[in-house]
């Protein structure tokens, strides 16, 4: 048994970060229905070409919405498009 403990011990450590993993991605559930309204509403001004008013769009955005990796990208598109 003393052999085998060291393996013992990392065995349950992977078992118990697998699980930890996988409830730390169930918690992040998809966006509001306020942050997909705001992101169609973004994608479409930047289909009219209207990259200034996007930027100013997404970045009204409130702090915890801003957070959305979706908002990134199309503020970085916006950005590129202007």
């Not at 393996?7 to 509001?32: H, I, R």
């Not at 973004?42 to 100013?56: C, N, P």
Request: hydrophobic share 50%; aromatic share 8%.
């Amino acid at each position: 048994m003393g052999k085998l403990s060291p393996y013992f011990v990392t065995l349950c450590l992977s078992v118990m970060l697998s699980f930890s993993v996988v409830f730390a991605q169930d918690k992040g559930g998809s966006a509001s229905a306020a942050t997909t309204q705001l992101l169609v509403q973004a994608q479409k001004l930047l289909e009219e070409a209207k990259a200034d008013e996007a930027i100013k769009l997404l970045r009204g955005a409130n702090n915890a919405v801003s957070s959305e990796p979706e908002i990134a990208y199309l503020l970085g598109v916006a950005y590129h498009l202007k």
